[in-house]
């Protein structure tokens, strides 16, 4: 055999053995390890989401980084605020979406905004990157550690509503989310939407409605 086709014997024997090898170990079962074994999740209305949240939140020693669509529950700015004034080191930074500023919610969501920045945290408004359209996220991470995301709000009405929530401790998961919040952030304080509270409907002479369309009572 010449050595032209030794090398070639070589070669291929040693392609068959690592590529073999490779192609199993990236289809060999990888044990029992399961995602969901590192994952708490909460389903409301059956549990609830608000205690399993403000218990999350409280565990907090170091920073809290939260991006959510609707903010309404004062249980959570009391939790905020008792961190804030425990620890004043603490880092504790919302996005908020202008939007939801702009509807029925609007003074509440405002009432709790004044509460949050006079205990020195910080609150951004602002919409997504694209399009101005709404900032639709809802998650959380404390400490750079911990990561709470799902479908539910942090609204008194989230926990009699489908939802859910997921807790999971990873740093490589939190840094994850910690590159979104802080490119939400750049483009949200670009914006400088400070939210102007539509005039007080009460402020005004009621307009009475056309004949035969009755005047509709808003719900909240």
Partial sequence: MSLKAKLLAVFLALAVAFGGGAWVGFHMDRGDV???????????????????????????????????????????TDTLVELK?????IEIRLLFDYSQ???WSGKTIM????????AGIEVTFGTSEKS???????????????????SWNYTRAADSQANVQNYVRSKKRAALFLAN????????KSQN???KLPDDDKSKPATPAPAGKPTKKRSR
């Avoid at 980084?65 to 529950?73: E, I, L, N, R």
């Avoid at 004034?85 to 080191?89: D, H, T, V």
């Avoid at 996220?137 to 750079?144: A, H, N, Q, Y």
């Fill in 34 to 76: 399961d995602p969901q074994d590192h994952i708490t999740t909460v389903f409301t209305p059956y549990e609830d989401g608000s205690d399993a949240y403000i218990a999350f939140l409280a565990k907090a020693k170091k920073s809290v980084h939260m991006a959510v669509y609707a903010y309404t529950d004062p249980r959570i």
């Fill in 85 to 89: 004034r425990n620890n004043p080191k």
């Fill in 101 to 103: 500023t702009q509807g």
């Fill in 111 to 118: 009432a709790q905004t004044e509460r949050l920045r006079a």
């Fill in 132 to 150: 101005k359209d709404l900032m639709h996220s809802k998650f959380t991470v404390v400490d750079g550690e911990w990561v709470e995301d799902g």
């Fill in 181 to 188: 919040w802080e490119r939400m952030h750049r483009f949200m």
């Fill in 193 to 195: 939407l400070e939210p």
